[in-house]
T-cell receptor, first 117, second 116 residues
Framework: AQKVTQAQTEISVVEKEDVTLDCVYETRDTTYYLFWYKQPPSGELVFLIRRNSFDEQNEISGRYSWNFQKSTSSFNFTITASQVVDSAVYFCALSESYGGSQGNLIFGKGTKLSVKP | DSGVTQTPKHLITATGQRVTLRCSPRSGDLSVYWYQQSLDQGLQFLIQYYNGEERAKGNILERFSAQQFPDLHSELNLSSLELGDSALYFC???????????????FGPGTRLTVL
């Protein structure tokens, strides 16, 4: 069965600290995609990154970086030098190309990140 | 701004009533997805339409239905509303959405439904 686990319910850091949000997934598909979305206090869901199962290269975008490890079924997200504007709920999601979810997103429960000034 | 629009932004209604939520996908996107976000269930997929046809169903109640029109906008109809239906309803769109493809889904701002 497909599943996404975000074990950290809430994280609180002080501005400029680095923070890593964990995501562990389960799937039987060999072709799948992983996503991160951000939900700021205003409520919308903002797309951050999409990764396919064949591309294990880490990605960096400004202060954001993602570490994909198939061996441990993890897709972790690191924010470097956090800022107050990073305060949000972050969701990790899985989508299978041919499996039960057929392209629909299976979300983790989310990690609420609070960055204090 | 994702390019996906949803109306209304907020909706307050009573138990037993029926409401319609509307979604317009990004220009060029053929697939529309509906998700429900509640405190106890988290974000759950409800239903997907691709170019006017139902493509996949998730945890959607029989009291809920949806459709996608020729201009590709979609409506989610919720009837016989219960207190537990209070939630944030998101619409998302993607370019394709057929088996074997997984395009990025871009989400609208959501409709917050409150059932009193």
């Amino acid at each position: 069965a497909q599943k996404v686990t975000q074990a950290q319910t809430e994280i609180s850091v002080v501005e400029k600290e680095d923070v890593t949000l964990d995501c562990v997934y389960e799937t039987r598909d060999t072709t799948y995609y992983l996503f991160w979305y951000k939900q700021p206090p205003s409520g919308e869901l903002v797309f951050l990154i999409r990764r396919n199962s064949f591309d294990e290269q880490n990605e960096i975008s400004g202060r954001y970086s993602w570490n994909f490890q198939k061996s441990t079924s993890s897709f972790n997200f690191t924010i470097t030098a956090s800022q107050v504007v990073d305060s949000a709920v972050y969701f990790c999601a899985l989508s299978e190309s041919y499996g039960g979810s057929q392209g629909n997103l299976i979300f983790g429960k989310g990690t609420k990140l609070s960055v204090k000034p | 701004d994702s390019g996906v629009t949803q109306t209304p932004k907020h909706l307050i209604t009573a138990t037993g009533q029926r409401v319609t939520l509307r979604c317009s996908p990004r220009s060029g996107d053929l697939s529309v997805y509906w998700y429900q976000q509640s405190l106890d269930q988290g974000l759950q997929f409800l239903i997907q339409y691709y170019n006017g046809e139902e493509r996949a169903k998730g945890n959607i109640l029989e009291r809920f239905s949806a459709q996608q029109f020729p201009d590709l906008h979609s409506e989610l109809n919720l009837s016989s509303l219960e207190l537990g239906d209070s939630a944030l309803y998101f619409c998302a769109s993607s370019v394709r959405g057929t088996s074997g493809s997984t395009d990025t889904q871009y989400f609208g701002p959501g409709t917050r439904l409150t059932v009193l």
